[in-house]
């Protein structure tokens, strides 16, 4: 994960690079996508934490696509929390 400059407010930007991108689509897909399909699940917002705990305060925005998923989006959310979706 590297820093970014800090933005004109002050706050700094956190970027995720394309190897760590590639771990988390590999584990959503792996572990995670399964589990939405049991849930129904359409579109969302998810924490990245089941990734590593490294990740834990980045989340990924999904949409359904086909009989699968896409991963839209990553964003970097202070407040993320991850929740179990072995229900």
Not at 18 to 32: L, M, P, S, Y
């Amino acid at each position: 994960m590297s820093l970014e400059n800090q933005d004109q407010s002050g706050g700094t930007d956190f970027e995720l690079d394309d190897e760590e991108k590639g771990h988390i689509r590999a584990a959503f897909f792996e572990e995670i996508a399964p589990k939405l399909r049991r849930l129904h699940a359409r579109r969302g917002t998810i924490s990245c934490r089941f990734a590593g705990i490294q990740y834990g305060k980045w989340t990924i925005r999904f949409d359904s696509k086909g009989s699968g998923f896409e991963i839209l989006d990553f964003q970097y959310d202070e407040n993320a929390e991850s929740i179990d979706l072995d229900l």
